[in-house]
């Protein structure tokens, strides 16, 4: 069974988004529309301390809604609450860590 950890988050609608990490699949989950739809970011162990945020995405149909900015957060979060290092390959994670200037973000990140 895999290793799943979940955070709860509230939209600007007031709708609460979860965000899951499977750690055994190395995803940060959010299911939409009932299950049937997903938004997914990946990542990849490159080292024992060290992480590489590869890729985000979210369906065409829920894009603009704020969704991978919950997937983003919950990301660089795991990063600095597992005192990794992190690369960051992902386009999308590059802007939400410069849209976000959280100090212990740049701590954790491969420049």
Known sequence: MAQAAQA??????NSSIHVEHDKKRRQFVIRLN?????????YE???KKTVDL???EVPDAY????????????????VV?????AHLT???IQKYVKENPHPQYFEHIYQ
Not at 8 to 13: K, L, Q, Y
Not at 63 to 78: E, P, Q, S, V
């Open 45 to 47: 162990y490159v080292g």
């Open 81 to 85: 609450e597992e005192d990794l290092k």
């Open 90 to 92: 992902c386009w999308y």
């Open 54 to 56: 590869q890729h985000t």
């Open 8 to 13: 709860n988050v509230v939209d600007a609608n």
């Open 63 to 78: 894009r603009g809604r704020g969704i991978a900015k919950h997937l983003a957060k919950a990301a660089m979060d795991f």
């Open 34 to 42: 009932g299950s049937h739809d997903r938004a997914v970011l990946l």
